[in-house]
């Protein structure tokens, strides 16, 4: 019942930077976290990053230094800033969402994924 759009991936040299967002939509009492999954050719789907709504995150190792996530919960929102990116951080980003429904159960929810290609 919670409908994600992702946005913000592309095309970026080594080095460079993007902003994913993520907007959920639909019908939900409230979403308690928000975050990042990644996929990348041959590898299995992997957690990047996620935040609470009380603003707590969590980030793989991988990424901690170079990644900030942050969200908007009034807008439901939340949104991935990528600074100094690597090639190996090419993958497929999916947005998901852990809400709880207006009948009080949980749903988890993805977004259909957003390509992010670091290459020079």
């Known amino acids: 019942q919670v409908q994600l759009v992702e946005s913000g991936g592309g095309l970026v040299q080594p080095g460079g930077s993007l902003r994913l967002s993520c907007a959920g939509s639909?019908?939900?009492?409230?979403?308690?976290?928000m975050g990042w999954y990644r996929q990348a050719p041959g590898n299995e789907r992997e957690l990047v990053a996620s935040?609470?709504?009380?603003?707590?995150?969590n980030y793989a190792d991988s990424v901690k230094g170079r990644f900030t996530i942050s969200r908007d919960n009034a807008e439901n929102t939340v949104y991935l800033q990528m600074n100094s990116l690597k090639p190996e951080d090419t993958a497929v980003y999916y947005c998901?969402?852990?809400?709880?429904?207006?009948?009080?159960?949980?749903?988890?929810?993805w977004g259909k994924g957003t390509l992010v290609t670091v290459s020079s």
């Open positions: 998901y969402a852990e809400a709880t429904s207006v009948f009080n159960r949980g749903m988890n929810s």
């Open positions: 639909g019908r939900f009492f409230s979403i308690n976290v």
């Open positions: 935040i609470t709504r009380g603003g707590s995150t």
